[in-house]
């Protein structure tokens, strides 16, 4: 069965906020149709959108976060079961490949972060960069937002989290290491399996897991804290690997690990099916079972308090490996707190003048 290369997704769905559907005819497209050719380029293509603000406020009480930020939306990695993707159908493209190669960025972010800082009802409070998408997905590497964006938190000594998957993060070292020195950065590793063939079949465009490996290191070898994610947990494809991969990235250096399991929302569900079933066509029906397994019998869970972790024997299974896999390799290591002691909107050298 033919796929789209470098791609998760192989479908668009449909957008549930779109009544109507156009579709464009042209020559060049008809003539492409009888020749039995796609007219489909697979590019990616990024356009600049002007948001009024950055921080957005975190409503769920699943989240242990009290915001987040995300300089860019949509996200080239192409992880194929990406929560995030149902956010795409706001800005009216779909959460399938629209998701992955019509990327919208925010120029402003930085200089929209500074003023919120600044504000002077704001006060230092959990944000976590890339709640939504990577801050550090490919176009960051010409941009550089993300960057700027932690050259303000740095300035103004406000803490924050960070979730990538992707080895640019270790481009601004020299800012993560001050942060780390003052208790302002907490860097979460996105490693989902030890396998570069899961790898690529999962989020196609992401670092490699040899790279992601490499950068835990280097930040914890420059006392950057560091927390691996193992998110998600998909039956079948990865719980296999719960024991080793905790056991490789604590002798690396990570100071905890966390995890989920995969949840199928949305048009998630319909996009991971058709993936599933073209890229694990001997095994497609045991996969989705046994994740309507940990979900009641769906693929879809919304449920606060269960969504993240599943009900069931197999989710218990689970949970029971990670408590097995911390006790034997993570049992003695601090974890250091963020300090929001230290931020400083620069108000008081303001007052000063007076």
């Not at 270790?170 to 030890?194: F, G, P, Q, W, Y």
């Not at 490699?208 to 280097?218: E, P, W």
């Not at 905890?256 to 569900?269: D, F, K, M, P």
Request: with cysteine; charged share 25%; net charge positive.
């Amino acid at each position: 069965m033919e796929t789209i290369k470098g791609r998760g997704a192989q479908v668009n769905t449909h957008n549930r906020f779109l009544q109507h559907e156009y579709i464009i005819r042209d020559d060049f497209l008809n003539y492409c149709e009888a020749e039995n050719e796609k007219a489909d380029t697979n590019k990616t293509t990024y356009l600049e959108i002007f948001p009024k603000t950055i921080i957005n406020k975190v409503k769920s009480p699943d989240i242990p976060l009290f915001y987040s930020m995300n300089p860019y939306q949509g996200c080239e990695h192409g992880c194929i079961y990406c929560y995030a993707r149902n956010t795409h159908e706001y800005w009216g493209y779909s959460a399938g490949l629209d998701f992955e190669r019509k990327i919208l960025y925010k120029a402003n972010a930085a200089s929209l972060l500074e003023k919120k800082l600044r504000s002077k009802n704001w006060q230092a409070a959990g944000i976590m960069f890339s709640g939504n998408t990577d801050c550090y997905q490919p176009i960051e590497k010409k941009l550089g937002i993300t960057r700027e964006m932690l050259k303000v938190l740095l300035k103004l000594k406000h803490p924050a989290s960070m979730i990538t998957k992707n080895a640019l993060i270790l481009r601004d070292l020299d800012l993560l290491k001050e942060m780390a020195s003052m208790n302002l950065i907490h860097v979460n590793i996105s490693i989902t399996s030890l396998s570069e063939e899961t790898r690529r079949s999962l989020e196609p465009r992401t670092a490699s897991i040899k790279k992601r490996l490499k950068t835990v290191q280097v930040l914890s070898e420059n006392d950057i804290p560091v927390n691996v994610m193992m998110a998600p947990i998909i039956p079948a494809i990865n719980n296999h690997e719960i024991l080793p991969l905790v056991k490789k990235v604590a002798a690396l250096g990570a100071k905890s690990v966390a995890y989920t399991v995969v949840r199928l929302n949305g048009a998630i569900g319909q996009i991971f099916t058709d993936w599933v079933r073209k890229t694990y066509p001997d095994r497609a029906n045991k996969i989705l079972h046994q994740i309507e397994d940990c979900h009641n019998g769906t693929l879809n869970d919304s449920r606060y308090g269960t969504r993240m972790k599943g009900e069931g024997k197999f989710a218990e299974q689970i949970k029971d490996q990670f408590s097995l896999a911390r006790k034997l390799y993570l049992k003695d290591v601090e974890y250091i707190p963020l300090d929001y002691s230290l931020f400083d909107k620069g108000q008081s050298n303001q007052i000063r003048l007076f």
